[in-house]
């Protein structure tokens, strides 16, 4: 079981690993230098630890203890508890949730066994907004996709607030990084995928009239410019969103949510 530790000083050396959350910069560096993600919220450390990820301590406040009894009781890892103010004086702001678990970080999977079994993946561009990367893996893993690959530039999945906005989904959803990202087109046809770009491309066709093949592969670019000319090139085809009232584009994760919709696996 784990062991409670009250703690009063906000500095104390043992929540290191949960100072200045809001700082992104500082923390995607640390948290991969020490191997840990932070979950937020008892649901999404339940989902953690369900999906099999192990927790290097926790940081709660007194009134989550009976929530979290069952997962407490399942680990040796320290639980530090401390009132209210003084986790939002650790962590740089207010934790209405009141949980919060420092998990040690799961090896990454590799692209082939991303690939080996799925039929439905998606795949994304130059990402950089943690709240866009959540919200994809939600869409996709609640509409049937069996997997995400990122660019090397795509936010982590295993940031505080990616993880919150999917709900968890990262921790089921198979992703992996594509660290060759010139080659990755062939490399998704070598695997037997076929590619379909989102784009505004004058040639693309309406997402609706398409006929995804068995393996289909989604690709999706960046907030601002879209999918880069190699992709669009490269891709087998160029597809759009038919828009109405003259507004030519979504917001990057509500257009994953209708192209997931448009392609997900009818057998389902």
Not at 74 to 96: C, M, N, S, W
Not at 195 to 206: E, G, Q
């Amino acid at each position: 079981m784990a062991d409670l530790i009250a703690l009063d000083d906000p500095r104390d050396e043992r929540l290191r690993d949960y100072t200045d959350l809001r700082d992104v910069q500082l923390r995607t560096t640390v948290e991969h230098e020490r191997g840990i993600y932070i979950a937020e919220g008892e649901k999404v450390i339940h989902r953690a630890v369900a999906a099999g990820h192990e927790p290097k301590s926790f940081l709660l406040a007194p009134r989550w203890l009976d929530n979290l009894a069952e997962v407490l009781e399942q680990t040796d890892a320290p639980a530090y508890v401390l009132d209210e103010k003084a986790i939002e004086r650790v962590t740089g702001f207010h934790v209405h949730r009141g949980a919060l678990a420092a998990m040690h970080r799961p090896t990454e999977r590799s692209v082939a066994d991303v690939l080996a079994t799925a039929k439905r993946v998606l795949v994304a561009e130059d990402l950089v907004d943690h709240t866009n990367i959540g919200a994809i893996m939600r869409n996709v893993a609640a509409l049937g996709f069996d997997g995400v690959l990122l660019s090397p530039r795509c936010a982590d999945p295993l940031y505080r607030r990616s993880i919150k906005v999917a709900m968890g989904a990262v921790f089921s959803l198979p992703w992996a990084r594509i660290e060759d990202w010139y080659g990755a087109p062939q490399l998704l046809r070598e695997h037997g995928f076929t590619s379909y770009a989102m784009t505004l491309a004058d040639d693309a066709v309406a997402i609706d009239d398409i006929e995804p093949a068995e393996r289909a592969a989604v690709i999706v670019g960046s907030e601002g410019p879209g999918l880069s000319e190699h992709w669009q090139r490269e891709a087998d085809h160029r597809v759009i969103i038919p828009m109405a009232a003259g507004i030519d584009s979504l917001n990057v994760a509500a257009s994953t949510a209708i192209a997931c919709w448009e392609f997900r696996p009818r057998s389902r």
